[in-house]
């Protein structure tokens, strides 16, 4: 099975509009991380937001939030106010073993392409 | 301050060559991680780095793939006799090794390798 899942071809928000990028994950160790990253055409890969296993609220950095349903294993990238610098793919990504202290890989999903209209 | 630094940026070869892949970090950061992605899809791991040492090679594809880090900071990713399905961007990120913390890992700007 897959451990993240992004199933979104392409997104389409119109500028100053809020838009949601769904993201799944799988596992069953106890302690993860979940991040999101934006890569733009240039290809460099932007951390955005991060959100771990045990956080009791959802994480929010300026315009982004990520709406973490545990239960769901969901962990959905919300982008308030779109700006037409939001337009790149969009990374959700899972780390097992957060609590451990050892670092490990980052898992990427397929990626979600946001283009934001004028 | 300075992000991670990769080079060089764009790497035509031919197959069956070798090619090196230079990894620069983060300055302070112990944890080092080499990514690759292929056209379409998410970064896939390929080693990890804690210090010095490899903590987690099982991404490397096969014994052609080899990665050092002699003195826990700059990473060479080495690839022998180089195959066209080779082709890709190639990722370094660097983090803190904090433990119980978020760890965040910092991309390079990638190095697109192609191999004709």
């Known amino acids: 099975a897959q451990k993240i899942t992004q199933t979104q071809p392409g997104m389409f928000v119109q500028e100053k509009e809020a838009v949601t990028l769904d993201c799944t994950y799988d596992t069953s160790d106890p302690s993860y991380g979940l991040f999101w990253y934006k890569q733009p055409s240039s290809g460099e890969m932007i951390f955005l937001i991060y959100q771990g296993s045990y956080d009791q609220q959802n994480a929010t950095e300026g315009r982004y939030s990520l709406n973490f349903q545990k239960a769901r294993k969901s962990a959905n990238l919300v982008i308030s106010a779109s700006q037409l610098g939001d337009s790149a793919m969009y990374f959700c990504a899972m780390r097992e073993g957060a609590r451990t202290g050892a670092n490990s890989k980052l898992t990427f999903g397929k990626g979600i392409t946001l283009s934001v209209r004028p | 301050g300075a992000g991670v630094s990769q080079t060089p940026s764009n790497k035509v070869t031919e197959k069956g060559k070798y090619v090196e892949l230079r990894c620069d970090p983060i300055?302070?950061?112990?944890?080092l991680y080499w990514y690759r992605q292929s056209l379409g899809q998410g970064p896939e791991f390929l080693i990890y780095f804690q210090g010095t040492g490899a903590a987690d090679d099982s991404g490397l594809p096969n014994d052609r793939f080899f990665a050092v880090r002699p003195e826990g900071s700059v990473s060479t990713l080495k690839i022998q006799r180089t195959e066209r399905g080779d082709s890709a961007v190639y990722l370094c990120a660097s983090s803190s090794s904090t433990s119980g913390g978020p760890n965040i890992q910092y991309f390079g700007a990638g190095t697109r390798l192609s191999v004709l």
């Open positions: 300055s302070g950061h112990t944890a």
